[in-house]
C-alpha cells in the first residue's frame, strides 16, 4: 500500500490513527518516510493562515552545495520502501528558478522516490508547465486555492483569482493529453462550515469541461495551528487528539537554511532537530529522544513541542 494511500485511509477514518502510526513503525522506525525540502524560503502570497512573511528565512535561498549533500544523504535511505518528498515548506516552490532541475535530481538518485509537489499555482505560466511535465516521479499535485470567491481568494491569498484558474485549466488541459501526474488536488483549508462545501460546488461549476474524480479531485485539509500557535478556540480539537501519537515523527522537514524543524507545523522551526550542513539525515531521524517518540508513540500531551497540536 502506498504511502498516500495510507493517508487517505486515516484522513477519511478507514484506519484508526494509532492503527496507523503503528503500521508505518514496521517500516519507518530507522529511515523517514517523507522529507520536505524547503529549496527557498520566499512566497509570493500572503495567506492569513501562514506564519512565511514574519519568517526569518522569507529571504534565504538553500544552496547548490547543501542541495547535493542532502541528495547524497538520502542515498543512505533504504531503496526496498517508499519515499516521499515535497520540495517545499513555508514558501512557493515555483519560485525558485532551480526547482525542476532540483525535481528531476531527486527522481534520478532516488528510486523509490515520489514528488509531491504543493504550490499557490499563481505562477504556474505556460513555460513552468512545460518545465513540470519533464519531471519524472510526481505523486500528486496539491493545489492551495482555499477559496474560489474572487473576493475572499484575495484576502485569504493576496492573489489574483482570475490568473490561478487560468494556470488550473492550462495545467489539466495538458495532464488530460500527456498525463505526466497521477492526481491533481484542488485544496482548501476546511474550517467546517458551509464554506466547504461551497469550495467543492464552484470548483466544478469552474472547472465544468473536466471531470471531478479523474481530471481533478477536491481535497479539504482540516485545519491545523502552527507550533505554538493553538488558539483557544481550538482547544477541543487539541483535546481530541492530545491522546494520540503523530505520524508526523515518521517525517524529516528541510528548511532552507540546512536546520530541521521539529515536524511540518514547526513552520518557524523554534524547535530545531538538527542541521543538515552539519549532520546527516539519519543522524538526525535516528537520534535517540526523537526514534524514542516512534518507538513508544505516547499521546502528544507528553511530548513537549507536540502539546496542543491540532494538526490530524
Known amino acids: 500500500m502506498s504511502i498516500a494511500t495510507q493517508t487517505a485511509k486515516v484522513a477519511f477514518g478507514q484506519t484508526p490513527y494509532r492503527t496507523y ?177 461551497r469550495f467543492a460546488k464552484d470548483a466544478r461549476r469552474l472547472f465544468a469541461e473536466f471531470q471531478e474524480g479523474k481530471d481533478y479531485e477536491v481535497g479539504l485539509l482540516p485545519r491545523g495551528d502552527w507550533m505554538d500557535d493553538c488558539p483557544e478556540e481550538h482547544n477541543l480539537a487539541a483535546s481530541r487528539l492530545a491522546e494520540q501519537p503523530c505520524s508526523r515523527w515518521f517525517e524529516l522537514s528541510i528548511t532552507c537554511t540546512g536546520q530541521v524543524a521539529f515536524c511540518c507545523m514547526d513552520g518557524l522551526c523554534h524547535h530545531p532537530l538538527g542541521d543538515v550542513n552539519q549532520q546527516s539525515i539519519l543522524e538526525i531521524y535516528q537520534q535517540a529522544a526523537y526514534r524514542e517518540l516512534r518507538q513508544r508513540l505516547p499521546p502528544r500531551r507528553l511530548v513537549g513541542p507536540c502539546v496542543g497540536c491540532t494538526f490530524p
Open 21 to 197: 502510526c503503528q503500521m508505518l513503525q514496521g517500516q519507518y522506525l530507522d529511515s523517514p518516510m517523507h522529507v520536505h525540502i524547503e529549496t527557498l524560503g520566499m512566497c509570493n502570497a500572503r495567506c492569513r493562515c501562514c506564519p512565511n512573511a514574519i519568517s526569518p528565512r522569507r529571504h534565504q535561498k538553500m544552496s547548490d552545495q547543501l542541495f547535493a549533500k542532502i541528495v547524497e544523504d538520502l542515498k543512505q535511505l533504504p531503496q526496498d520502501r517508499p519515499l516521499a518528498i515535497s520540495p517545499f515548506k513555508l514558501n512557493e516552490p515555483l519560485l525558485d528558478p532551480k526547482i525542476f532541475d532540483r525535481m528531476k535530481t531527486l527522481a534520478r538518485a532516488l528510486p523509490q522516490v515520489r514528488l509531491w509537489l504543493t504550490s499557490n499555482w499563481a505562477l504556474a505560466d505556460a513555460e513552468r508547465l512545460h518545465q513540470l511535465a519533464e519531471v519524472p516521479k510526481l505523486g500528486y499535485i496539491w493545489i492551495s486555492l482555499n477559496s474560489l470567491d474572487p473576493e475572499e481568494y484575495r484576502q485569504w491569498m493576496g492573489l489574483d483569482l482570475h490568473k490561478t484558474v487560468e494556470n488550473v485549466r492550462r495545467l489539466l488541459t495538458l495532464n488530460r493529453r500527456r498525463q505526466f501526474v497521477p492526481r491533481v488536488i484542488l485544496g482548501r483549508v476546511a474550517d467546517g462550515t458551509d464554506r466547504d462545501r
